[in-house]
């Protein structure tokens, strides 16, 4: 047992104190709440900076008056469109909107000039602005006064919740689940592919320079296999929980200064605040804060490490076998189909069914079957799953790792030792049937 | 030290080793002769416990081969590679570890060993940082370091340069001088007949022939001459093979027909001064062929 606690000690070390480590590390988490902050930071730079924009309102119906904003002037001073166009070339006009003569219940068209093509930000806006307009119209030409109707407007908002087996009522909100699973499944998925790698490189390395060969004289190949495989699964999961550390300051910190001055948000607002305030209600923080509050996370947190290292194994046997019988990383193709395969399948179910209906005959088998569970299971779990089915998953996974690891280890201990010769899947299959 | 008995091994149909009986006394050179895929390496995984046979029994010091065991071999294999982004000090010390030794006396040997090759200085260094002659050095190291008392060395020159080569082969005559048992396997014959004090011959999967190097080289005679003459006025007999002439000085090869040296040597007074005569054997790759002959005929 020493001897494999070596092996775990110089693979976890060996990565651990590389410099690509402590980089990757560090700035990965960086990125997303950087690149989080140069947007907001450009947006609010923008925003201050931009000198106001006029833009003139060609009106032939004479119906419409345009309201400023803090980025656009509107200037209505009856110009022909011809007018108005010479002034947006002189640079006068950042641009025209012409309105032609129109028939109200099916506006048709309005068409905007500018040197630049406008964004879709301006278009949005006008297209907004112009819409309420004229619905307004349309409103007070049925006799309707607007301001009446909106204050017949109403919300209505649906509050789930689900009951538990003692009548116990959660409030659950589909979107945080979605969030927390898509998340979870993701990263298991990326941590499998990532690390299941690095093993198989390790494999290699080990094979073609034969340090295997005195390794292997001093200790079994399963020990060395399962070192490995252990070694690498730990600097995966200090990344992880380093990622984790990180992320949470760098992103409540981000949020924090810059999170009250969002101007997309804004816009959105300005464009639409119906909308605007049908999510916000939905969206409300308390609310989700509640919902949150509800989701057991001891339990999802418990389930996520369990899939996280189930997962992990299951595929890192197989990484390594993958491994010991090629000679070059660029051989090993080959015999990624069948581990690429079953990992890809339970990443895009989880889009395609898992996430879509956590409860349908699909998503259940995925989430049971050990090559899939550990993506698919995620996907599901804050949702609310059986403990049976929970317990069932998690055997067969185990029953999975120890499968792989088993087969593996056949693999492995013949295939390290076998050089020049490219090995077939039948060969494997016959290194797998071979006692000793 | 070394007891082999009765060992077979076969993968599939092919049949690696067979019947296979050896026997390396406690402190000599053994070489194991042998082409390429004639099953030495077979046999030096056996010793290792890296594969297992299919019977037969392999003993060190009387007792079968077991987990203890991994800790009095060193092993050299074929080919050779370490961790190339490990240091030479980190690299070094798991070597030893995993064989066995505790993290206080890693640490003494290492320093010891980077001493006597004079290059504690690379400790830091990282081994894709060396030289191949550098990277070499320290894979002799991590080889003896648990001063095991048998040591493998499987094609131990091919691959070293020159200088190193050189080095391996006074360390080895060290170790030796220390009492450590050497088992050298290789297939170029002649690099290994001046340092083996025994030797062994495989070919496929089958023992030819052992004993020391004399032993086998004096049972092969016909041993020839090699004389070297200065020649006088009597012409040499025709049937007389001539390797090469200098002035009047010829070097000759003479076979002993049913003569001793002593009656070739007066024969040849007549001739001349003799400056040399010197009993020539034939090389172990001579005796190696026509071994094989011998046994594709019989």
Known sequence: ?436 | MLEIHKLNKSYGSHCALSELDLRVQEGEIFGLLGPNGAGKTTLIRIINQIIEQDSGEVRMDGVLLSGASIRKIGYLPEERGLYKKMSVWDQLIYFSRIKGLTALEAKQRVNYWLERFEIASWKGKKIEDLSKGMAQKIQFIATVIHQPRLLILDEPFSGFDPVNAALLKTEIINLKKEGTTILLSTHRMESVELLCDQVAMIHKSKKLLDGSILDIKSRFRPAQIRVTLELGNTALPNQWEVESTEKNRVSLLLPLQGQSPNQLLRELMSFGEILAFQEVFPSMEEIFIQQVNSSVDA
């Open chain 1, 1 to 436: 047992m020493h001897k494999v606690f070596l092996v775990i000690q110089r693979e976890y070390l060996a990565r651990v104190k590389k410099k690509s480590f402590l980089i990757a590390t560090i700035l990965t988490p960086l990125i997303f709440p950087a690149i989080l902050a140069v947007f907001v930071w450009i947006a609010v730079e923008e925003k201050e900076n931009q000198s106001l924009r006029v833009i003139e309102v060609v009106d032939e119906t004479g119906l419409f008056f345009m309201e400023s904003s803090e980025q656009y002037a509107f200037s209505s001073s009856s110009k022909t469109l011809e007018e108005a166009k010479a002034l947006v070339l002189e640079g006068k006009r950042y641009g025209a909107l012409y309105l032609p003569k129109m028939e109200l219940s099916s506006p048709q068209g309005i068409q905007f000039y500018g040197i630049e093509n406008p964004s879709t930000a301006l278009i949005g806006y006008l297209e907004a602005a112009l819409k309420r307009k004229v619905e307004d119209l349309r409103l007070y030409a049925n006799g309707i006064d607007p301001a009446v109707l909106k204050e017949i407007r109403t919300q209505v908002k649906i509050q789930s919740l689900t009951l538990g087996e003692a009548g116990e009522e959660v409030i659950t909100d589909a979107t945080v689940n979605y969030a927390l699973g898509f998340l979870a499944g993701i990263l298991i998925y990326l941590f499998i592919f990532i690390y299941g790698n690095q093993i198989m490189q390790g494999v290699i390395e080990e094979k073609s320079t034969r340090i295997v060969e005195i390794l292997v004289s001093s200790l079994r190949p399963f020990q060395l296999m399962m070192g490995k495989i252990v070694g690498i699964g730990a600097v995966g999961l200090t990344q992880f929980l380093i990622w984790v550390f990180l992320v949470g300051t760098l992103s409540t910190i981000v949020v924090g200064v810059l999170g009250m001055q969002m101007p997309q948000q804004q816009a959105m607002e300005m464009a639409n605040p119906e909308l605007m305030a049908a999510t916000s209600e939905a969206g409300d923080l308390g609310g989700i804060l509640h919902v949150i509050e509800s989701i057991d996370f001891v339990r999802l947190i418990v389930a996520f490490i369990f899939y996280f290292l189930g997962g992990y194994l299951l595929y890192g046997a197989l990484f390594a076998a993958v491994g010991a019988a090629v000679d070059a990383p660029s051989d090993a193709q080959q015999f990624m189909f069948p581990i690429t395969i079953p990992l890809l399948v339970g990443y895009m179910s989880l889009f395609v069914f898992v996430l879509q209906d956590p409860y349908s005959s699909v998503s259940f088998w995925l989430s049971i079957v050990p090559l899939t569970s550990p993506i698919a299971m995620m996907g599901r779990i804050s949702y609310g799953v059986p403990f049976w089915e929970l317990a069932l998953s998690m055997g067969l996974l185990m029953l999975g790792f120890l499968g792989t690891t088993w087969m593996a280890s056949k693999v492995y201990r013949i295939g390290i030792l076998m050089h020049g010769t490219k090995p077939t899947y039948r060969t494997l299959l016959k290194w797998i049937r071979t006692n000793h």
